[in-house]
Nanobody, 119 residues
Framework: QVQLVESGGGLVQSGGSLRLSCAAS????????MGWYRQTPGKERELVGV???????NYVDSVKGRFAITLDNAKNTVYLQMNSLKPDDTAVYYC?????????????WGQGTQVTVSS
């Protein structure tokens, strides 16, 4: 199994910044990709951004130019730097990733961390 633990959420004013971290643990051989999703009540979970093992990143249009994902392979940790935050960014943010690990291959999710942006 692979465990993902997010941290860094909280309350921030509009225009501010936050950095989320997600540390993966377990007998991980390869990180295929890691990414961030977010969800608000009554809405489907949406992909915020993803980073692949080759460093390629992809973002939802609404966060392009404001958010950046980086991956520290040595620490098995993915980060989401969020700048110029808007109230519409308020959501529970989930980390997820695809891995090859001692048990085979699979995708795993973190427990989520709340981000609240006040106007």
């Amino acid at each position: 199994q692979v465990q993902l633990v997010e941290s860094g959420g909280g309350l921030v004013q509009s225009g501010g910044s936050l950095r989320l971290s997600c540390a993966a643990s377990g007998s991980i051989f390869v990180i295929n990709h890691m990414g961030w999703y977010r969800q608000t009540p009554g809405k489907e979970r949406e992909l915020v951004g993803v980073i692949y093992s080759d460093g390629l990143t992809n973002y939802v249009d609404s966060v392009k130019g404001r958010f950046a994902i980086t991956l520290d392979n040595a620490k098995n940790t993915v980060y989401l730097q969020m700048n110029s935050l808007k109230p519409d960014d308020t959501a529970v943010y989930y980390c997820a990733g695809g891995f090859r690990y001692s048990g085979g291959a699979g995708s795993f999710w973190g427990q989520g961390t709340q981000v609240t942006v006040s106007s």
